[in-house]
Structure formats: structure tokens, C-alpha cells
């Protein structure tokens, strides 16, 4: 969330700064409830002033023997004055609360300017799409032909939007996963993590996706406080919640491979064939817990790394920074990596790499004692995924597919596929 003190200080100055998100603030409602909170705390400190000064009077008059039941008549009164207005207090400070807790962040300066996906601006792009002499199949096609990939008896098991893998397509998708770890930990310093897949609902609240987007998760019982992760950057940065890391930690940096669940309830109608939106996959995820004055080099450290994997798996792709209303609620500054799809001719996004500043830190009270003043202060929290393994299955699908309908293997895989250069269609041999 926002600095609360920035809020109530520099209340225009955050509207203005939200607009580029195309986020109207409520600076009226937020401050009414400011200035009821004043009042109400003005009144409260009062009130219990003057009852403990009743209190000492009740004493005095006891000691020397006069009558107290008038005083300690008063007395009782200003308790349940100073109780209702304590009710009041926490009551509109709660609402105060609630609506800073659906405040965005607001985006850096350098972010431009934009209403949707279609004003992001292009900063870099690597290789170019490969030209083909036959008619390219879609990686659904391109899994039916060999028999590995099966969405038909996915949806009877369990319902639209998942995927049964075999064989070869299966070991491949493996492959991918153990392929960005070692890439991660071994070349970028990465300590790998193995993370909860269940997490509760203050978790969500810490990295921002409750309250706001309850109905993008998938809640175990209603009568339980457990959800599905939807992303490992969930259980991964609340691994510093409620806590102060020293200097000589950071800057801390972890990837964790899980399955992530989503409801996609705000993507009816879209990509509903194949693997491309599923409400079940698997990211190998990046997040560093670093300095307010290292975030900003870390985010471009963590970016270059996702791109790496796509480079060493030789697929075309292209990065984008997004515009203020393509910014996800958390982020401060995001960029999109975009592969190239060859059955779509476009690139489509595998990786978002994201700067929360010290939004998602304060939720969490995750800290850093800053060694020049012993004192506690915010961390910052930069992820991102490295990469979105079934999309990256899906790249390679298509890429390198060839005429007769075999996958070939890019280079650095072939190690993890013992050899093979190639997924054989059922249809022919080799």
C-alpha cells in the first residue's frame, strides 16, 4: 500500500500521479474520513483525560472521607462516552483503511503515458521470426499430430482450460523447468526455494491480490483461510513478511518453481484453445529483496535474466515497458517479455517483470536495518517470471516445429532430453 502519512499529506499530489494509471482517487471521501478521524482522536484523548482526572478526584475525595458517589457517577459516564467514541474511531478508521487498500501505486515517472496493452512502448527486441516454406501448425495441432498433448479427456477429468502432456512432450515440458533453474542458480545467483502451493489470506493481502482480486483465485473451503497460489511470487515474498533482514543479506535472491492457479474470471472468451490460459501451470519465478537505492538496477538485472532463457532457447522475442493503465495494481515500473508465436504471426507476453518499490514491503512489514542509522526501513520487492513454463513449451512447439510435424529441440535442452533433437510425430519415423 501507499505511505498512509503521504495520503494524508500529499493527498493531490497522489491523485494527480494515479491518473496515469487512469485510477480516479476518492480524495473527498478519503478526506471526510481523515477529518472524522482527527476529531474522533481529539475527543477520545479528551475524554480519557478527563476521566483519569475524575479517577484522581474519586481518590481524593475517598481519602478524606466525602461522599463519591456523584464523582464515581461521572466517572462511569465519561467511560461509556470514551468507549462509543473509541467505536467510532476504529470504525472510520478501518473504512479509511479499506479504501488506501485498494489505492494502486503509483507508477514512476518514466512510465509512459497510456490507456491499454496497445500504448506500451517497445525498448528492445531479439531475433527474428523464422520464415517457413509450408503452413505452420499451432501447438495444439502440432501435440494431437504426435500424440502427446491432450485437452479432450482434461476437460472431461476436470473442465475447460487444462492439459494432459505424454511421452516425450511431457519429459520436454520437464526439461524447460530443470533447464531455467540451473540457468538461474547457477549463472545468476539465484538460491532456489521450495514454497507452500497453499497460502492464506494475509499472504494475498502482503503481495496485493486481496482484496481487490478475490474472484482471479481459487479458495479451497469458504470456511477456510487457504487459497491456491496463482504465482509463487505470493509464498516466496512472504518469506520476509514481519521481518528485519540485515544489510549483509541483500540484495536476497530466490527462484522457486511451482504450479500457479487461476480463475481467469476476467478473461472470458480469451485464448481458450491450447495452452496459452490455463487455470493450472507451472513459472520458474524471480524475486530479490533488495535496497530502496538498488531497485531500480535490480529490476534491469532480473529482466536481462528472463530474456537470457528465451536467448539460449534461440526464440525471437521482444520487450515491452507498460504504459500507466497496463500497470498491474502493485507495480511501480513493468516490463513485458514477448515471444514470437509463429500460428499467431505476433508475440505474446511469457514474462512480466515488475518494480513494487516499497508497496508490497509495507503490507508485509518486510524490513532492512539500515546500517548508517541502526534503524528499520522498508524493502524493496522486484519479480518476475523466468519464465512462464508452458507458454515457453508452447514457443518451442511452434518454432521449431518442422514439415512433417516433428518438434525439433533447441540446442540447450538436448542435454536435459538425453540427446534426442527432436519430438517424433506418431504419423512418421523421424
Not at 505470493?234 to 518453481?257: D, F, G, K, S
Not at 529490476?299 to 528465451?310: D, F, K, V
Amino acid at each position: 500500500m501507499l505511505d498512509p502519512k503521504k495520503l494524508r499529506t500529499e493527498l493531490e499530489t497522489v491523485a494527480t500521479a494515479l491518473l496515469k494509471r487512469g485510477f480516479v482517487l476518492d480524495t473527498a471521501q478519503l478526506q471526510g474520513l481523515e477529518e472524522q478521524r482527527k476529531s474522533l482522536q481529539a475527543r477520545t484523548q479528551e475524554l480519557q483525560a478527563e476521566r483519569n482526572q475524575r479517577a484522581k478526584s474519586v481518590a481524593i475525595a475517598k481519602g478524606q472521607g466525602q461522599d463519591i458517589e456523584p464523582l464515581l457517577r461521572e466517572v462511569s459516564g465519561l467511560k461509556g462516552d470514551l468507549e462509543a467514541a473509541q467505536t467510532q474511531l476504529v470504525e472510520v478508521q478501518g473504512r479509511w483503511d479499506n479504501l488506501a487498500h485498494g489505492i494502486p501505486n503509483i507508477p514512476d515517472d518514466d512510465v509512459p503515458e497510456g490507456r491499454s496493452e496497445e500504448d506500451n512502448v517497445e525498448v528492445s527486441r531479439w531475433g527474428a521470426p523464422q520464415k517457413y516454406d509450408f503452413e505452420v501448425k499451432d501447438h495444439v495441432d502440432l501435440g494431437v499430430l504426435s500424440g502427446q498433448l491432450d485437452l479432450d479427456t482434461a476437460t472431461k477429468i476436470t473442465g475447460s482450460r487444462f492439459s494432459i502432456m505424454y511421452g516425450e512432450l511431457a519429459h520436454l515440458h520437464r526439461a524447460l523447468i530443470q533447464f531455467m533453474l540451473d540457468v538461474h542458480t547457477r549463472e545468476h545467483g539465484y538460491r532456489e526455494v521450495y514454497v507452500p502451493y497453499i497460502v492464506n489470506s494475509e499472504s494475498l493481502f502482503g503481495t496485493g491480490q486481496l482484496p481487490k482480486f478475490e474472484t482471479d483465485l481459487f479458495k479451497l473451503r469458504a470456511e477456510q483461510d487457504f487459497y491456491l497460489i496463482p504465482t509463487a511470487e505470493v509464498p516466496v515474498t512472504n518469506i520476509y513478511r514481519e521481518r528485519i533482514a540485515e544489510a549483509t543479506e541483500l540484495p536476497a535472491r530466490l527462484v522457486c518453481h511451482t504450479p500457479c492457479f487461476r480463475s481467469e474470471a476476467g478473461s472470458y472468451g480469451k485464448d481458450t484453445r491450447g495452452m496459452i490460459r490455463q487455470h493450472q501451470f507451472e513459472k520458474v519465478e524471480l524475486v530479490q529483496f533488495v535496497t530502496p537505492q538498488r531497485s531500480e538496477q535490480a529490476l534491469e538485472e532480473l529482466r536481462r535474466h528472463a530474456e537470457l532463457i528465451l536467448e539460449k532457447l534461440e526464440l525471437p522475442y521482444r520487450t515491452v515497458i507498460l504504459c500507466g493503465g497496463d500497470l498491474g495494481f502493485s507495480a511501480a515500473r513493468t516490463y513485458d517479455i514477448e515471444v514470437w508465436l509463429p500460428s499467431q504471426a505476433k508475440y505474446r507476453e511469457i514474462s512480466s517483470c515488475s518494480n513494487f518499490r516499497d508497496f508490497q514491503a509495507r503490507r508485509l512489514k518486510a524490513r532492512w536495518r539500515n546500517p548508517d542509522t541502526g534503524k528499520p526501513e522498508l524493502l524493496n520487492t522486484v519479480n518476475g517470471s523466468g519464465l512462464a513454463v508452458g507458454r515457453t513449451l508452447v514457443a518451442v512447439m511452434e518454432n521449431y516445429q518442422q514439415r512433417n510435424g516433428n518438434i525439433g529441440i533447441p540446442r540447450a535442452l538436448q542435454s536435459y532430453m538425453g540427446g534426442k533433437t527432436h519430438i517424433g510425430n506418431a504419423s512418421v519415423d523421424g
